[in-house]
């Protein structure tokens, strides 16, 4: 009697031991046994047969549906393909329910951003989903599928093949302002200039970029871009803000270049320009002799030089107690007179060489 006991104590052992092992290969097989019984689907697709140009948004589907249920998170691989920028901007499904054959679905819908970088074509290999539905029976299951392959082309219409760049959405604006009037410019003033650039189905990394100009007597200092984007209802918005701030160091007159920027509508289907017009100040005043007032970006460079003069000073101190050869302390009072001599060029302002500085006819 105990013998038949403990024979079917080894047996249970054995099972549960097969089965925890074994677990793993079930969930797969009951993950594909649903694909196979037509249960579990997924499908892919780009939305709209519409002309594709470079840096248009492109939405890529994947759709998955059960005619069970959910039960735990779906997670996107998202691939690496060459000359393609693929993101996730939203990051919960749509979802819903649908009648097909009589059967009722529940439905996941996932958009893919994807923005082709060059003219060509595209194929996007298919895309690895993990998913956990409900198996029926058998409980939950979790696994991985695998979407169909997606292909796609973006060519270059005829009104952009002279274009070197553009935007493309289906809404863009730039726009440019400052913070105080220019009319009232002397030396020594400072003014921030702030251009934004605004679209839709874009990122604000992909907006253009706005370059400080380098004109003598304007000193430029530019700050990092500022960078937003905003999803509201899959309606995707973004905006590159750049802010430059200037210091007047020489009265003239001075001219900020207008620059010009390509708008392919995606909408319309059509090229438009858009245009920061050049802006025009006149600086006032005489160039100034007196030290720059505490704490401004001036004071700031004569503090660096004054700060190398001192450590070349000391250290030519230093080589001339140790007794070092008479080569290394002319090599040090060389370097201390150069220093010096800057210190006197940053104190000494230029007239400016010419009344626009910078502006059109240099070209």
Do not use: C
């Not at 793993?24 to 046994?33: D, E, H, M, R």
């Not at 996730?88 to 499904?93: I, L, P, V």
Request: hydrophobic residues 40%; positive net charge; aromatic residues 10%.
């Amino acid at each position: 009697m105990m013998h038949k006991e403990t024979r079917g104590h080894t047996l249970l052992y054995s099972f549960v031991v097969i089965v925890f092992f074994l677990s793993p290969y079930t969930a797969a097989n009951t993950l594909k046994a649903l694909e196979d019984s037509g249960d579990l689907r997924i499908n892919s697709y780009i939305d709209g047969a519409r002309t594709i140009v470079p840096g248009q948004r492109v939405a890529l589907t994947l759709e998955i549906a059960t005619t069970t249920w959910f039960t735990g998170g779906t997670k996107i691989v998202i691939p690496e393909v060459h000359n393609l920028i693929i993101l996730q901007t939203e990051q919960f499904a749509a979802n819903a329910t649908e009648t097909r054959d009589g059967h009722t679905w529940v439905i996941q819908r996932w958009t893919l951003d994807v923005y082709p970088q060059r003219a060509g074509n595209f194929s996007i290999q298919p895309i690895a989903v993990q998913v956990q539905v409900n198996s029926g029976d058998g409980g939950n299951t979790k696994g991985r599928l695998f979407s169909p392959p997606v292909t796609f082309q973006a060519t270059v219409p005829e009104a952009l093949s002279k274009a070197d760049s553009w935007t493309a959405a289906p809404a863009f604006s730039v726009t440019q302002r400052f913070d105080r009037d220019l009319a009232t410019l002397s030396v020594g003033d400072a003014f921030q200039q702030i251009i934004a650039f605004k679209a839709e189905d874009v990122r604000a990394m992909m907006l253009p970029d706005y370059v400080a100009e380098l004109l003598p007597g304007l000193t430029a200092y530019p700050a990092p871009p500022e960078l937003d984007n905003s999803v509201n209802r899959g309606q995707i918005r973004a905006e590159r803000r750049i802010r430059i701030n200037y210091i007047t160091e020489q009265p003239g007159a001075y001219v900020l270049k207008g620059r010009d920027y390509f708008w392919w509508n995606t909408a319309r289907r059509e090229l438009s320009l858009l245009s920061i017009p050049p802006t025009s100040f006149t600086v006032a005043g005489a160039v100034s002799t007196r030290m720059p007032e505490p704490g401004s970006t001036l004071t700031v460079r004569y503090m660096a030089i004054g700060a190398i003069v001192l450590a070349f000073t000391l250290v030519a101190l230093r080589l001339a107690r140790s007794g070092l050869p008479a080569w290394a302390w002319r090599t040090a009072r060389a370097a201390i007179t150069r220093a010096k001599r800057q210190w006197r060029e940053w104190r000494k302002p230029a007239l400016a060489t010419r009344l626009n500085p910078g502006g059109s006819d240099e070209d």
